[in-house]
């Protein structure tokens, strides 16, 4: 089992940032590959980010690329959502959620992932 708790979430500008930290205890962190998925109101969670166990791994959907920045500290149990450049369309309440190994780190199902935190809330203004 992991137990994971998101932080970090706000409200900021349009252009502004923020970072996200989602803190894991339970089983061995580093042995889980990580991602970050969002949901706004009436639409379906999504994926963002993901980091290989290693962290040598990183993916990201287009419309993030160039601004967010997936990272992780396995002596901190800690994987981190760097967001600049923020735009309205990135609100959301943001998941950060742990999967066992054996998938493509490319690969976005949601179901695909074994453990999920409670979601902390990200609202951008213009």
């Known amino acids: 089992q992991v137990q994971l708790v998101e932080s970090g979430g706000g409200a900021v500008q349009a252009g502004g940032s923020l970072r996200l930290s989602c803190a894991a205890s339970g089983r061995t962190f580093g042995n889980y590959d990580m991602g970050w998925f969002r949901q706004a109101p009436g639409k379906e969670r999504e994926f963002v980010a993901a980091?290989?166990?290693?962290?040598?791994?990183?993916f990201y959907r287009d419309s993030v690329k160039g601004r967010f920045t997936i990272s992780r500290d396995n002596a901190k149990n800690t994987v981190y959502l760097q967001m600049n450049s923020l735009k309205p369309e990135d609100t959301a309440v943001y998941y950060c959620a742990a999967r066992n190994q054996g998938y493509p780190i490319s690969s976005t199902w949601p179901a695909l992932y074994d453990y999920w935190g409670q979601g902390t809330q990200v609202t951008v203004s213009s």
């Open positions: 980091i290989s166990w290693s962290g040598g791994s990183t």
